[in-house]
């Protein structure tokens, strides 16, 4: 708690002042770009990630990065706040990008392959229980980079599977097929700090560097 005590003081004494305009005009509404939906993972730091500002995303975050898919009339399966961060994000911020990230070395993929739930976790049990596709599809198909190590695989086919639990919910799906949201699924490197982006044609997650970053955009662009 110290050094979070400290870390205000400091944000208050040398940096306020560089944000003091923005947050007054934030405080009157916010137009963020995109829904950011990671894990709640103290290494994942989406603002310094993607070089974010205060306003510019809106945050999702959970256990895992999972997203319980919903029913034909558009009701969550699962937890209601993801659900209501979807909505409020596309219907009333009318952000037109939702980004879903995962990431190495991701615990709950860890507990996910280990199917030992602990007595302690009722509650993490049963959430984890929305990583089952995931780990049925690693199981059946295997993995899109067999270099990785097992729990790092899933993570990675656990970004595409939330992408399409994504999907099911109406208003987002009739967005995409509008082509008034794109949807993309990123993945996190820890330790060499890269972020990766799911191809769809080359099934697998490239490095986004300089070189792809403008492949990327046109990809998403209308």
Known sequence: MRKLIEGIVEFRERLLS????????LAVGQTPDALFITCSDSRVVPDLLVSTHPGDLFVMRNVGNLLPPATVEGASTGDLSEASAIEYSVLVLKVKNIVICGHSECGA?????ARQPMETTPNLVK???HTT???MRLEQEGPLD???KPHDQLSQLNVLVQLEHLMSYPLIRERVQ?????LSGWWFDIASGGMYSYERKSRSFTVIDRSNA????QELSP
């Open 109 to 113: 993929m860890k507990a996910a392959l």
């Open 146 to 148: 067999t270099s990785l």
């Open 178 to 182: 509008a082509k008034l949201l794109s």
């Open 214 to 217: 403008e492949r990327i955009l």
């Open 18 to 25: 560089q944000y003091a305009e923005r947050f007054k005009t």
């Open 133 to 135: 596709s995931a780990v």
């Open 127 to 129: 959430w984890l229980h």
